[in-house]
């Protein structure tokens, strides 16, 4: 008998009971509706090769988990422990041997960090109009060369395009639509993007060498 959608939802909502999707082992992962043996051991796999989950949304990257089946797994899931206290999240990053991406975070998550709190709005109100190339342009909002130093070890400007999820893939500001939809095609059949291939289309769609220095595929071993 299959389990009812809503009434596993309900009773999440009550008992706070999300799956860490970054530490739960393969019968807690197998708990959560849609995910079976297979699914559970794949995602234990991405975890091995690839590191912990940086957002949900990540979990697309994962063979036989689309777009829809996260809907309905979000509510359900996080990447955060619910004992994670604001102050600790550089070295949460650190842990999840990770980078928090200054061109991504949220306004919450760059107030997370205490040498950029104050300078959220700033970084929020740049990106309005361009990205950050580098991180050493935080310092065009105020942000001293003794914070950025602190700092470099766990932030970044970059973006992995193996990594970021299809759906914050589509929403990169400043890229043609086409080239984002083109590179989207391709991840959201699971396809591995090599370098070669984003080379070529950046070629193909002419864009502009400052974002190009933006996205980046890690060499295959």
């Known amino acids: 008998m299959r389990y009812n959608f809503f009434f596993l939802l309900l009773i999440s909502v009550i008992l706070n009971a999300t799956v860490n999707i970054n530490t739960a082992d393969k019968n807690e992962l197998m708990k959560l509706p849609y995910i079976g043996e297979k699914k559970s051991q794949r995602i234990i796999d991405y975890r091995t090769k690839y590191g912990n989950f940086r957002n949900v949304e990540e979990l697309t990257n994962v063979s036989g988990i689309g777009d829809k089946t996260l809907e309905k797994l979000r509510p359900l ?115 591995r993007i090599k370098k070669s291939f984003l080379q070529k289309r950046f070629e193909e769609y002419n864009i502009d060498k400052n974002l190009r220095k933006l996205l980046f595929v890690k060499d295959e071993e």
């Not at 700092?151 to 999820?165: P, Q, R």
């Open 77 to 191: 899931i996080t990447i955060n422990s619910h004992n994670q206290k604001e102050d600790n999240s550089l070295r949460f990053a650190k842990d999840l041997n990770s980078k928090i991406n200054i061109n991504l975070a949220s306004g919450s998550e760059l107030k997370m960090i205490s040498s950029l709190g104050d300078k959220a709005r700033k970084i929020m109100r740049y990106r309005n109009k361009h990205y950050f190339v580098d991180i050493d342009e935080l310092r065009y909002i105020g942000v001293s060369q003794e914070d950025l130093d602190s700092l470099k070890d766990f932030i970044t400007t970059k973006i992995d395009v193996n990594m970021i999820s299809c759906e914050e893939f589509l929403k990169l500001k400043f890229f043609e639509k086409k080239f984002l939809e083109d590179i989207a095609f391709y991840k959201k059949k699971k396809i």
